[in-house]
């Protein structure tokens, strides 16, 4: 297999940066590039975010959705956003200790619940 070129790190910082709430410049960069799709972005000192991280702290049901429908990988910040009360349960009883574990900058799990908003209530209740 040969070995795949590098997406330009600028690509990666604007796609994730414009995650945070610019839905169509989102679909414009994916189109441009599909591999942007799970790529993560340093903001410094190891704070790794990917476009679905960013769109998980800041409620953005929209942008998170449209993600995940094109294959990009839930994880569990962005499963507590969405009120995916059971994916939540389930990686906590695998590891409890992830209930407390920092997200993208240092954002708590319940923080990402609390974006969700009225949809994800469930899994503030079960995070409280």
Do not use: C, Y
């Not at 000192?45 to 995940?68: K, S, V």
């Amino acid at each position: 297999m040969e070995p795949k070129q590098s997406i330009a790190p600028e690509l990666v910082k604007e796609f994730v940066g414009n995650a945070h709430g610019d839905l169509n410049r989102v679909r414009e960069l994916l189109e441009q590039e599909p591999g942007l799709l799970n790529a993560a972005w340093d903001w410094g000192g190891g704070d790794w975010e990917t476009a679905l991280g960013a769109a998980a702290h800041m409620g953005r049901r929209d942008i998170a959705l449209f993600l995940l429908e094109r294959g990009a990988r839930l994880d569990l910040f962005a499963a507590a956003m969405l009120g995916k009360l059971e994916v939540v349960k389930a990686m906590i009883a695998d590891n409890s200790s992830l209930k407390d574990a920092p997200g993208p900058h240092g954002i708590p799990l319940v923080a990402h619940a609390q974006a969700g908003g009225e949809e994800a209530s469930a899994v503030i209740a079960f995070l409280q």
